[in-house]
């Protein structure tokens, strides 16, 4: 009897040092020093502006040691609460994808209004890069109509993201419509780890898209902004959520500088698109960068 009992302790042991395996490194990311001597120069400036400019104003930010993943500032009701992101979904959607299609992405043509995009004028035959840069819906619409909800799912509990649910549509998986909601700490800690894996299949065309859009795409206001670095950005639009209703609300995500991030600032602005979100977040960042 008391073999047995020892070989399922023994068991127990066993399971319990491969689930320790398995949640040891989430765990010591986020319990990392944070104190003033590990940040950047860069980081502990973002901090001071944001405290002394942003602490009492209607826009939502969290701003995010891009390396330990420690939250530096946070000014966020309810941040651990799932909301609509609008096209911040995209890049996930898009690996999502990439696993099940042998890591290659099509080359889809907007047209526009006339298939379903949020820019009148056609964004015309797009890669992936250019359709996370300037952010089109059309071609994450037909790229979402290519991924089993299933293999979405894997994806998201894979980023530490809420599932947008069995019966999502394409178009919940592109982030339009409130059907995918998902808590603004989990989607910054999840692009620190799409950032992380820049180097797996897949991921680099998405940081080169978000690249671009901080040059001449929907995040086109920040890198008009900073003058000694560059980002990566993504932007979203997507339902307001706040008491005051407004049609929509804009989200940006930045992760700056782009060739070895330091720090991402993460905001929501009440009542504006995304591209204009950057806007605020760029003027932002110019007064970080001096
Ligand atoms: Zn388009």
């Not at 530490?160 to 069995?166: D, F, H, K, N, Q």
């Not at 999502?168 to 894996?197: C, F, N, T």
């Not at 065309?205 to 671009?212: A, N, S, T």
């Amino acid at each position: 009897m008391g073999a047995i009992a020892d070989q399922k302790n023994a068991g127990h042991f066993l399971v319990f040092l491969f689930l320790w395996f398995l949640a040891a490194p989430a765990l010591c990311r986020q319990s990392e020093p944070t104190n003033s001597a590990t940040r950047s120069l860069f980081a502990q400036s973002a901090v001071e502006i944001l405290q002394r400019n942003y602490a009492r104003s209607e826009i939502s930010y969290l701003l995010l040691d891009a390396r330990s993943g420690a939250v530096l500032a946070s000014h966020w009701e309810n941040s651990e609460k799932p909301i609509p992101l609008g096209s911040l979904v995209k890049p996930f959607t898009a690996l999502a994808y990439a696993g099940g299609h042998d890591f290659r992405y099509p080359i889809y043509e907007c047209k526009g209004k006339a298939s379903g995009c949020w820019q009148p004028q056609p964004h015309g035959k797009l890669d992936v890069i250019s359709a996370v840069s300037v952010s089109c819906n059309t071609y994450f619409h037909l790229l979402a109509e290519n991924v089993p909800p299933e293999q979405l799912a894997t994806l998201a509990q894979a980023f530490g993201l809420e599932s947008p649910g069995a019966d999502s549509k394409a178009a919940d998986l592109m982030g339009l419509g409130p059907q995918w909601r998902i808590s603004p700490l989990h989607i910054v800690r999840a692009y620190l780890e799409l950032y992380r894996r820049k180097d797996q299949p897949g991921v680099s065309p998405l940081i080169e898209g978000m690249r671009q859009s901080a040059l001449h795409g929907t995040g086109a206001a920040i890198g008009h902004q900073l003058k000694q670095t560059t980002a990566l950005v993504k932007t979203g639009t997507a339902s307001c959520t706040h008491a005051s209703w407004a049609p929509a609300d804009g989200f940006v995500l930045a992760l700056v500088p782009a060739e070895r991030p330091e720090i991402l600032l993460f905001l929501r602005i009440h009542s504006v698109t995304g591209a204009k979100a950057a806007e605020t977040a760029g003027r932002m960042l110019r007064q970080m960068e001096e």
